[in-house]
């Protein structure tokens, strides 16, 4: 073993072989995140759910009694997290988790195991919470193809599929937060959300990994369906 920069002992994997290099490192980097082995710690799915909890502690739009809606939920990691937020094992908030894989149970949460895409989903998901909801998460990723410019494509369509998603499902006030990548291909998925929310942000949670372009758009404020700009109403993004 050796140590990396803050002199803690760093794992390193002898594949011998039988690993791809790409295979490779992903284990040693798994192996070597405090937030993985945090993750195990607490009890939590995924190291993801640290990023939820940052974002949250800052703009506190997880409030006690809320309805919330996961999108690419598995494996649960920020569904624990909302539901212990909203106070859904108590009854008090509802969380629904969405995915096309199978998710084992979490308490508090409702799991659909279904297509977001799917023309029937929003009536699905309004008809499992109630009626409209409060806050949508998504930390989906798209499938990569090793195409840059494709990847990026694909990635920030899939964050606007999600927003369409929100738009169909939020209360007027709702809250929409999403995974999404650094690159010059989001300039029509910002404008959108500024017509449709009153202030966007884009967040690096300490969380994330450093060397990723990973970061996270905040869309606070739903306007409504029919709601429009007006030119005079600020709208911040950062």
């Given at each position: 073993m050796a140590k990396d920069t803050t002199g803690r002992l760093r794992v390193t994997v002898k594949s011998a072989g039988r690993l791809k290099l790409s295979s490779k490192l992903w284990l040693e980097r798994q192996l070597n995140d405090p937030y993985v082995a945090q993750a195990k710690r607490d009890g939590l799915r995924s190291r993801a759910a640290y990023k939820l909890i940052e974002i949250d502690d800052k703009y506190h739009f997880l409030k006690p009694g809320i309805s919330v809606v996961d999108l690419g939920a598995a494996p649960g990691g920020w569904s624990q997290i909302a539901a212990k937020r909203v106070g859904a094992a108590d009854g008090r908030g509802k969380v629904v988790a969405i995915d096309l894989l199978e998710m084992p149970e979490i308490v508090g949460v409702d799991f659909a195991q279904l297509d977001f895409l799917h023309a029937e989903a929003p009536a699905r998901l309004l008809a499992m919470i109630g009626g409209k909801v409060d806050v949508v998460l998504?930390?989906?990723?798209?499938?990569?193809?090793?195409?840059?410019?494709?990847?990026?494509?694909?990635?920030?369509?899939?964050?606007?599929?999600?927003?369409?998603?929100?738009?169909?499902?939020?209360?007027?006030?709702?809250?929409?937060?999403?995974?999404?990548?650094?690159?010059?291909?989001?300039?029509?998925?910002?404008?959108?959300?500024?017509?449709?929310?009153?202030?966007?942000?884009?967040?690096?949670?300490?969380?994330?990994?450093?060397?990723?372009?990973?970061?996270?758009?905040?869309?606070?404020?739903?306007?409504?369906?029919?709601?429009?700009?007006?030119?005079?109403?600020?709208?911040?993004?950062?």
């Open positions: 998504s930390d989906m990723a798209a499938n990569t193809t090793g195409h840059r410019k494709t990847d990026q494509l694909r990635i920030v369509g899939l964050v606007e599929d999600a927003a369409a998603f929100a738009c169909d499902v939020l209360k007027p006030g709702g809250t929409f937060v999403a995974k999404v990548f650094q690159s010059g291909a989001d300039a029509t998925l910002v404008t959108q959300l500024k017509r449709d929310f009153v202030t966007v942000k884009h967040v690096k949670p300490a969380s994330s990994r450093k060397d990723s372009s990973e970061r996270y758009v905040l869309a606070m404020g739903f306007r409504g369906i029919a709601a429009a700009t007006p030119e005079d109403e600020p709208v911040a993004l950062s």
